[in-house]
């Protein structure tokens, strides 16, 4: 995205920035590798450039759910890539939100959040039969499984049961994204926003107003990675998720986050009387391929009825919106190094889960880019193989 010279607020003199550290990319996952970068090295230069403003794409976008992810997103890991390395990623992301939970949550008032659990919901003994797999247990990932009479009261009576992880967490996505982004300005980290990155040179990079001198660069694009540059297209897919806001004509106590594997939905209340639910990708899929955040009729139209006939909910709609996830084909990111006319990194395709796996994984980008490790967690299922 450019802005035009009419749009800007116009400076005529614009100075170049000298760096050690260039991160292009100011969502949840940029900021958390500039934090792990000043845990690292408080002496290091960091300038974080966004396009927009931090928080702007799929950080503050999604339904808020700090969670290791569903257990179908860990019976599709045991099915693709075997039990040891589904737990392996299981502990990874549950250290993930210990990390963010000692390091940000605790000690910033600020951010609003509750400690909560999540649940992978059934309908009906059928749908749960089928679901089920021989290779996969869900007990085997601290899963725990809950009759309907187990479920909240609103539910008892919709769902056949469900497994429950805990500790997890609902969270105000924006005042997290807010707490980070302060921490690093008070640490001296420049934050840039409203400047596109659209060539990295030997020397650093160059934006639409000036140069920046770099000695390291971390694109941390996420679903945008294949709008940087075409090395990225069909590795990492762009792909909306609808999300609908509702205000509830009666109350609805239902404290955890929620998944439906069946209709591929995730909601959860927000404040009292007000649910936000997303999902229904599966009604128009390759209509939600694409960086472009718009609004899909169809699944919003659909979201609307789930909230009516599967929750038996009524409601008025107060907020609908889209956001743009990097998608692999492995459901897990790329987080390493790439080959570039400088020392440049790539973190991003996160595949939904970046908000789960996000901050552990920016702490993995920063080690190994200060070479601190050789190489990062992910790279047991795929490294990164690209050339800009």
């Not at 990874?92 to 963010?100: D, I």
């Not at 909560?116 to 007990?139: D, G």
Request: aromatic content about 12%; some cysteine; overall charge neutral.
């Amino acid at each position: 995205m450019t802005t035009s010279h009419w749009l800007r607020q116009h400076q005529f003199t614009t100075h170049d920035i000298t760096t050690d550290i260039l991160i292009v990319g100011g969502g949840y996952v940029g900021l958390s590798t500039a934090y792990w970068l000043t845990e690292l090295n408080p002496d290091l230069k960091i300038t974080i450039l966004d396009r927009s403003f931090c928080g702007s794409g799929a950080s503050g976008r999604n339904a808020g759910f700090l969670t290791m992810g569903s257990a179908s997103f860990y019976k599709t890991l045991t099915l693709e890539w075997g039990l040891d390395k589904a737990k392996q990623v299981f502990n990874f992301a549950s250290e993930s939100l210990e990390l963010v939970h000692q390091h940000i949550l605790k000690s910033s008032p600020e951010i609003k959040f509750d400690r909560s659990s999540s649940m992978t919901l059934f309908k009906n003994e059928e749908i749960h039969t089928k679901w089920e797999n021989k290779e996969f247990n869900p007990q085997d990932f601290n899963f725990k499984w809950k009759d309907k009479l187990d479920l909240p009261a609103p539910l008892q009576s919709r769902f056949f049961g469900g497994y429950e992880a805990s500790p997890e967490y609902k969270i105000n996505p924006i005042p997290l994204l807010t707490s980070i982004k302060k921490r690093l300005e008070n640490r001296k980290v420049q934050i840039v926003e409203h400047s596109s990155v659209f060539e990295l040179n030997p020397e650093g990079a160059t934006t639409e107003i000036n140069s920046i001198k770099a000695k390291k660069v971390i694109l941390a694009l996420n679903g945008y990675f294949p709008q940087f540059h075409k090395s990225f297209q069909g590795a990492i897919v762009p792909r909306r998720a609808q999300m609908l806001a509702i205000e509830l004509d009666d109350d609805f106590d239902c404290p955890s986050l929620y998944y439906d594997p069946s209709e591929r939905v995730y909601w959860r209340k927000t404040q009292d009387k007000v649910l936000v639910i997303g999902g229904k990708r599966l009604l128009d899929e390759q209509g939600e391929v694409g960086d472009f955040e718009k609004i899909s009729p169809i699944i919003q139209q659909g979201l609307e009825e789930y909230v009516r006939h599967e929750l038996g909910l009524k409601f008025r709609v107060i907020n609908r919106w889209s956001g743009t996830m990097g998608f692999t084909e492995h459901e897990l990111p790329f987080v390493g190094p790439i080959e570039a006319p400088l020392e440049a990194y790539m973190i991003g395709g996160f595949s939904g889960h970046g908000m789960g796996l996000g901050f552990r994984s920016a702490k993995e980008m920063a080690e190994v880019a200060l070479g601190a490790k050789q190489e990062s967690f992910y790279n047991q299922f795929k490294k990164p193989r690209f050339k800009i």
